[in-house]
């Protein structure tokens, strides 16, 4: 009976809820055929059942574009094209317009989709869709392929973020586990002899919690007290959530990650652009901007492809307006650091306020507030600055006088990418990598302007704050880009028709307008294109891999903003924008070289987050060469036994004066007052120094020599992708030759002559 009952639930439950089925996009049927680009002097070699929808909505659009660009409104050589009478503005706008409403009064599933808009959107862009696969062939249908490959592309990097978020989870929940183990029960995993990647990590929170006679030196210099080291058990617990045994595997799970995600969407790629007809496809020869043929109308050279004249940049022109662009950037970068810096004086100047506020949990919590005010900070700052960024980022790429709009194009969006890493990236740079590396040691502390003492990392070490800056960028700017790309044009959208009704247009009226005046109410796809989209993906991309060791659940972020993203975007381009101009493009541009490079960085990185933010060097070298399993071949948790104690150092508060007397602890590497050399490095210091870059050269070698095994495995395109177009290769050709046997065939019958043809 129990069987049965599961026979009949998995006869109920859809195969694969995922995939959209045949009857909700019945308009996706097509003949299965091979394609080549049309000719007129061939059409008797084309299927064509019917001229009028032969060619398709946005190809017919693009040859309607092609015809605009190419027609002269005035005699003259430059008196063409309808780019040049949007520019001087002759139009208000070019665009085409949407098939129809993206509503219909009656259901789909009874009465059928009344164009590709309403398909797109009861199918694609509606919320409940949700966990549906892309109809990737209908958008390439209505948006051309350039949309389409990113839709694509942006379908790819959501659906390769479920394994990595997966497995973030779980080093996540590992880290929660035994936390909660080693606190209650004062154990942990056994690992084996030969495990040279896990370590035991419970053990130093554990000791931590328990230290409540180690008196830990003053963390600032005014209105802090001396603590005990048990207060920080509460970082001591966050911290190993992020810090533990697994942080090693998922930064090289990761890294493997990013190699496998690119490598793989090189095929995808390859297998979209064989089914949209793009293998053979090269970039049409693109028209000059009117801002270049201004500037350079006076001298002209041959076109090497057209053969025609054409005005020319002189090479000196070009290195003077690029080194001013390059001159520009620097200094853009140099505000950003500037930016950094104030925030750090914020940071300064707070904790000695926070460390005496009348509050008694914020007195309590002084170095959590003053890290969560300084992110919000931090955030307020980054997106104030991205708006003068893009500004910039415009008047520098005008000022090269890019010969064409996609070089235009390329040069904008690298700049912005550059302006909005270091912008995302440098706050995080620093507290991973600087943040209490030389604040110094008890009586003699370095201060900024010889007043504020540096920040010096808590007993926990400084990856909370590393992970707290995360985390909150990460979530409130995905928030906020969700709510620009969305809420702003609703918002337009709501004004505009606010406008109309104000005009004295009703309803009923709006209702019989063409549907171009209807999308004339809409809103314009923004300038950039599709750069924007890109940018904010790609950014998140970096968050996802290059500070991946320090926080796990950067890739179950992205997971679910981007299953928000794809229908949000989808949204956007059905109901909220004009119909942008379909495109063909064969790849995503210059964006996979960032991807590329992202990746890079991102195993350098995360060797040193590792090594250097993180605790796990000096707990490896504490368990082989100062604990108490030194020499004895075994790590269990008894292995870390006493190495909290052996990273704090001592120090005699009688030298601070003030009426302190007797002894405190701070976290260093550093010998005690009543040796020969006080207060000097030890010999553990300098083992831990070199551990840490054993560390760092042996895991980017292991990392880039697996990286590179796997592009070397993985091919570009797949084999049965080659066999199926060396096949259409021959068909083609046979084809071509029996129809124009044919052809003459029918055409010596028809006129009673004889033809002699050669072939090909």
Partial sequence: SLQRNIRELKSWLPRNPMKLDKEALPDLEETDCYTAPFSRARIHHFTINNKDSFFSNSTRSRIVHHVLQRTKYEDGKSKMGINRLLNNGTYEAAFPPHEGSHKSRHPIKTHGAQNHRHLLYERWARWGMWYKYQPLDLIRRYFGEKIGLYFAWLGWYTGMLIPAAL?????????????????????????????????????????????NETIMCPMCERNCTLQKLNESCIYAKVTHLFDNGGTVFFAIFMAIWATVFLEFWKRRRAVLTYDWDLIDWEDEEEELRPQFEAKYSQVERVNPITGKPEPFQPFPDKLSRLMVSVSGIFFMISLVLTAVFAVVVYRLVAMEQFASFKWYFIKKYWQFATSGTGVCINFMIIM???????????????????????????????????FQFVNLNSSIFYIAFFLGRFAGRPGKYNKLFNRWRLEECHPSGCLIDLCLQMG????????????????????????????????????????????????????????????????????????????????????LLALLNNIIEIRLDAYKFVTQWRRPMPARATDIGIWYGILEGIGVLAVITNAFVIAITSDYIPRF??????GPCTD?????????????NSSLSVFD??????????????RDYRAPPWSSTPYEFTLQFWHVLAARLAFIIVFEH????IKSFIAYLIPDIPKDLCDRMRREKYLVQEMMYEAELEHLQRERKKNGKQYHHEWP
């Fill in 632 to 644: 004895q071949g075994y790590r269990q948790e008894k292995c870390l036994k006493g190495y909290v």
């Fill in 472 to 555: 909150v960028i990460m979530v409130l700017k995905q928030m906020w880009n969700n709510f620009m790309e969305l809420g702003y044009p609703l918002l337009q959208n709501w004004w505009s028709r606010r406008k109309m009704k104000r005009r004295g247009q009703s309803v009923e009226n709006k209702i019989s307008l063409p549907q171009w005046e209807k999308d004339w109410n809409l809103q314009p796809m923004n300038l950039h294109g599709l750069m924007d989209e890109y940018l904010e993906m790609v950014l998140q991309f970096g968050f996802t891999t290059i500070f991946v060791a320090a926080f796990p659940l950067a890739p």
């Fill in 621 to 626: 070298v504490y368990a082989y060469k100062y």
């Fill in 384 to 418: 104030s600055l991205n708006v003068v960024y893009e500004k910039v980022a415009y008047l520098l790429t005008d000022l090269e006088h890019p010969r064409t709009e996609s070089e235009w194009e390329n040069s904008f969006a690298l700049k912005m990418f550059l």
């Fill in 167 to 211: 497995v973030g989870l779980f080093v996540f929940l590992y880290g929660l586990f035994t936390m909660d183990s080693s606190q209650v029960r004062g154990h942990n995993l056994l690992f084996s002899r030969y495990s040279l990647v896990f370590l035991p990590c419970g053990r130093e929170s554990k000791e931590i919690c328990e230290a």
């Fill in 702 to 705: 292991l990392v880039f020599g």
């Fill in 653 to 666: 508060l009688s030298e601070l004066g003030m009426g302190y007397s007797g002894y405190c602890r701070y």
